[in-house]
C-alpha cells in the first residue's frame, strides 16, 4: 500500500468499514508514513468536530411561523 | 416494554402524546439529542399521529423541528430556503403520514423528504452549481506533502465561538453536492444506504462524495488549524 492507496481508503478506514486484511495493509503504511499518519488522524478529528458541533442556530420566530402554518395545515385538512 | 401491549385505536386522541410529552408548542424545546438516537416511544407517537392524534403529530415536530432546520439550513445555507424546505416537510410528512410503513424510522422518513427539499431549492437557486451526477475527481491532489500536525487538540486552542465560525466558513467553501452528503452521513448520522436514498444517488458515488467531503474539509480546516497559526 501506498500514500496515493491510504488516502483513496482513509474514509472506509475510519468508519471501520474495510476487509481485515485491507485494514493491516493500510497500518503496516501508516508505521512508516508520518504523513499519512497525521492525514489519518486530522480527517478523523474533522468528521468529529462537525459530528459534535451545531452549527446552526433555530430562532424563535422561525418556531413560531412554522407551527402557526402547521396549525392552518392540520385545520385545513380536517 | 408496557406500550408495546397497547392497542393503540382505543387510545383516547392526546392521552399518548401527554404520556410521552415533551415541551408544548409554544415552549422553545432544550432537549438535543444525539443525530443518531431516535428515542424509543417514536413509534408510539408515530401510530398515534396516523390514527388522528394531531397532539402526537405535535409531539414529532417538537422533538425534531431544531434538527430539520439544521439539516435544511446545513444544505441551502439560505435561511428563507431552509425555513421553507422545513415548513414544506413537515407539512408533507402530515399529509402523507397514512404512507409511511414504518420499515424505516419516522425520523430517517423525515430527514429524507427535507433533504430532498432543500436540494430542489438549491438547484433553483443555483442549478449550474448542482450537479449531483457530475464527474469524480482525482485523489492525486489530497496526497499528503509537506503535512503539519494541529499540535495540541484545536478544541481546546479555540474558544467555542471562534470553532463555530471556523467550521461554518469552510463548510461553506464545499460545494453543495459535497456538503449535502457530508451533513446527511457525518452530521445527521445517517447510513450510507440512507444518505443515497436521499439524495438520489448510488451507495458507490455516497462513498466517494464523502471520502472527498472530508478530504476537502481537513485541507481547509488545515489553514487554520497549523500549530504555528495560533500559540
Redesign the interface.
Given at each position: 500500500m501506498n500514500?496515493?492507496g491510504v488516502?483513496?481508503r482513509?474514509?472506509?478506514y475510519i468508519d471501520g468499514d474495510l476487509e481485515v486484511s485491507v485494514v493491516e495493509e493500510i497500518e503496516l503504511h501508516l508505521k512508516e508514513c508520518?504523513?499519512?499518519t497525521?492525514?489519518v488522524q486530522?480527517?478523523r478529528?474533522?468528521?468529529n468536530?462537525?459530528?459534535d458541533?451545531?452549527?446552526?442556530d433555530?430562532p424563535?420566530e422561525?418556531?413560531t411561523?412554522?407551527?402557526q402554518?402547521?396549525r392552518r395545515?392540520?385545520r385545513r385538512?380536517k | 416494554m408496557y406500550c408495546a401491549t397497547l392497542d393503540m385505536h382505543s387510545i383516547e386522541p392526546g392521552l399518548l402524546a401527554n404520556l410521552v410529552k415533551t415541551p408544548t408548542?409554544s415552549t422553545?424545546n432544550p432537549h438535543?439529542l444525539p443525530?443518531n438516537v431516535a428515542r424509543e416511544d417514536e413509534h408510539l407517537l408515530v401510530a398515534a399521529a396516523k390514527a388522528g392524534d394531531?397532539s402526537a403529530?405535535?409531539e414529532l415536530?417538537n422533538r425534531y423541528?431544531?434538527k430539520i432546520?439544521?439539516l435544511t439550513?446545513?444544505i441551502t445555507r439560505n435561511r428563507e430556503d431552509a425555513?421553507d424546505a422545513?415548513?414544506d416537510a413537515?407539512?408533507k410528512a402530515?399529509?402523507h403520514l397514512d404512507r409511511f410503513q414504518e420499515e424505516s424510522r419516522f425520523y430517517t422518513w423525515l430527514v429524507r423528504i427535507a433533504a430532498n427539499e432543500a436540494l430542489m431549492r438549491l438547484r433553483k437557486r443555483r442549478p449550474n452549481q448542482v450537479s449531483l451526477d457530475e464527474p469524480i475527481e482525482s485523489?492525486?491532489d489530497?496526497?499528503?506533502?509537506q503535512?503539519?500536525?494541529?499540535g495540541p487538540?484545536?478544541?481546546q486552542r479555540y474558544a467555542q465561538t471562534e470553532?463555530?465560525d471556523i467550521?461554518?466558513s469552510v463548510?461553506d467553501e464545499l460545494t453543495p453536492d459535497f456538503r449535502a452528503v457530508?451533513v446527511l452521513r457525518?452530521?445527521e448520522?445517517l447510513s450510507t444506504e440512507e444518505t443515497a436514498e436521499a439524495v438520489g444517488i448510488s451507495e458507490a458515488a455516497v462513498?466517494s462524495r464523502?471520502?472527498r467531503a472530508?478530504?476537502k474539509?481537513?485541507q481547509k480546516?488545515?489553514r487554520h488549524f497549523r500549530q504555528d497559526r495560533k500559540q
Open positions: 500514500c496515493n488516502v483513496r482513509v474514509s472506509s508520518r504523513e499519512c497525521i492525514l486530522q480527517t478529528l474533522t468528521v468536530l462537525y459530528r458541533s451545531d452549527l446552526v433555530f424563535g422561525v418556531r411561523r412554522l407551527h402554518i402547521l395545515e392540520i385538512e | 408548542l422553545p438535543r443525530s394531531v403529530f405535535e415536530v423541528e431544531r432546520f439544521r439550513m446545513n425555513e422545513m415548513q413537515f407539512m402530515y399529509s485523489e492525486d489530497f496526497i499528503p506533502q503535512i503539519e500536525d494541529w487538540s484545536p478544541e470553532m463555530r467550521l461554518r463548510i457530508f457525518d452530521v448520522g462513498k464523502l471520502l472530508r478530504l474539509l481537513r480546516l488545515d
